[in-house]
């Protein structure tokens, strides 16, 4: 698997870093999280250069697991190798965890085949050269675990599964919300499946009481980010662009950059679609197989949902509409992919040919319909370079303040400028991510007007006494009262209500994996 996964990364070392869409997002949050980690924060919430340093609550909304991971390599390794030690650890991890589940069924060789076809299958090296979301990518760890376990739930005591498939449902919310979303959906299907196949519903259960302890898992970061969902524009998320309607196979809108791409993953979708076809056609044992009823479920709830005709379903569905574009379910067809391609095709002359086949496809679109991007070690030492001058990023629109049109800042702001009579001397203590000191001396009282967009859990203290911060009407910057002489400006930002319930949630679904653990003694892996 590390060796398959090198290869996919190898390409690195004369075309450059693919610069998809989400590798600059990511990249600076990167390095954001190493700024945090040695100005003591451990666990980030603001992300400070974002928006050329007014910041933005990023990391109260973005899952922790994938930023931790870069960040770590960003501790120890240069970061221009920072993307693809990332992409390496996460493919070897995805075809890793393939392994496991195939071994139910094939053979060691064959259950190797299935774990590299699932590790660079088309829409893995989509997400990698085109793409860059690296979350996304990193939840395809969990999804052939979900069936794994699963399925020994189905077994002779069910109960023994839940503890394992409810970390793996944690491991989802707390690496990528769309990912998680289908994760759930998923679950629900597959349970459904083996349920009516048993006529029992205990399946049901079980599974149910595994995504509820999974949730209650990533609880810590789930209740925040929903209880402050109103703090922020949150429904940019489902912005023109990045709407379900707007991402359908083949769909059309009125930005020809947007039609390219969705012309490519479309084709890279048909592809897998036909050889999954011809997966169930040639298969003649997978009759005798309880694993085909399931396998063709999932394959006809992900194909189905890439469709148009669908729509209804995105939008009345519980929370489906923010997986945003339908071609992600390609993440979950990914595991039937794998396994019914390598368990129809036993002879390895039909599987080279199939892997030239996916190869010709990617060349195709490719050079035919949209090249990757491509970033050098320089465009990465100026990105870092723009996070430790203080210049900044650009941010995402979804994670600033509610009703802040973040394109009408000024970008060269000063970090604090005065505004009343007469003149005031000011002195920048600290200006770090989540803490900052300020003395101001004013002949006269007036206002302070920092670069910096105003949130609901900084507190600030002016010589010692805790006031409330105003904002700008238009930008939504912060705005402090000062009066007449010397003012003592801290400002921090705190955990909420929320992040102290959430961590109580945590705490009590992590006391309830201790107790099942010690009464159902789960299987190993």
Request: glycine share 8%; with cysteine.
């Amino acid at each position: 698997m590390a060796a398959v996964a090198l290869c996919v990364v190898l390409p690195f070392l004369k075309l450059g870093i693919p610069s998809g869409h989400d590798f600059e997002f990511h990249m600076n949050s990167w390095i954001e999280v190493v700024d945090h980690w040695k100005q003591g924060t451990i666990y980030p919430h603001w992300a400070a250069l974002a928006h050329y340093g007014y910041g933005e609550a990023r990391f109260i909304f973005y899952p922790p697991f994938s930023w931790t991971l870069g960040g770590l390599l960003g501790l120890v390794l240069p970061w221009k190798l920072v993307p693809a030690a990332y992409i390496w650890i996460v493919l070897t991890l995805a075809g890793s965890s393939m392994f496991a589940l195939a071994r139910r069924w094939l053979s060691r060789r064959d259950a190797i085949f299935a774990a590299t076809l699932y590790a660079a299958n088309p829409y893995n090296l989509v997400i990698v050269y085109w793409r860059s979301d690296q979350a996304e990518l990193m939840a395809s760890i969990y999804l052939p675990l979900l069936l794994l376990f699963l399925l020994r739930m189905d077994e002779a005591d069910g109960r023994r599964g839940v503890v394992p498939l409810s970390l793996v449902m944690a491991a989802g919310w707390l690496t990528n919300l769309p990912s998680a979303v289908m994760m759930n959906y998923s679950l629900g299907v597959l349970a459904m499946m083996l349920a009516i196949r048993r006529r029992s519903f205990r399946l049901l259960l079980y599974a149910g009481f595994a995504v509820v302890l999974g949730a209650m898992l990533a609880g810590f970061f789930l209740l925040p980010a929903y209880h402050q969902q109103s703090w922020v524009n949150i429904n940019q998320v489902l912005a023109p662009g990045v709407r379900p309607e707007d991402s359908f196979l083949f769909t059309k809108t009125a930005d020809p950059d947007h039609n390219r791409f969705n012309l490519l993953v479309s084709i890279v979708a048909v592809s897998q679609f036909v050889i999954l076809a011809g997966a169930f056609i040639l298969s003649r044992s997978l009759g005798r197989n309880k694993v085909w009823p399931l396998l063709l479920a999932w394959s006809a709830v992900c194909t189905l949902l890439m469709l148009s005709p669908t729509l209804p379903l995105w939008n009345h569905l519980p929370e489906l509409r923010f997986v945003q574009l339908p071609w992600r379910w390609l993440l979950c067809l990914g595991v039937p992919f794998a396994l019914l391609v390598s368990m129809s095709l036993q002879r390895w002359w039909w599987r080279i040919v199939l892997c030239m086949m996916m190869v010709s496809v990617l060349w195709v679109v490719w050079h035919r319909v949209q090249n990757p991007w491509w970033d050098n070690a320089g465009d990465i030492e100026e990105m870092l370079d723009n996070q430790q001058d203080g210049t900044g990023n650009e941010g995402v629109d979804e994670y600033v303040p509610l009703g802040v049109d973040p394109y009408d800042v000024d970008q060269k702001a000063p970090q604090a400028r005065f505004e009343g009579k007469g003149h005031a001397n000011i002195a920048i203590r600290k200006w770090d991510a989540e803490h900052r000191a300020i003395d101001a001396t004013t002949g006269s009282a007036g206002k302070l007007v920092l670069r910096l967009f105003n949130y609901p859990l900084w507190r600030l203290e002016v010589n010692g006494r805790q006031i409330a911060t105003e904002s700008t009407p238009d930008t939504g910057q912060m705005v402090i009262p000062i009066g007449t002489g010397e003012n003592r400006i801290r400002i921090r930002f705190l955990d909420g209500a929320d992040r102290k319930w959430g961590l109580l949630l945590s705490g009590m679904g992590f006391a309830v994996i201790l107790l099942l653990s010690a009464i159902w003694k789960p299987q190993p892996l």
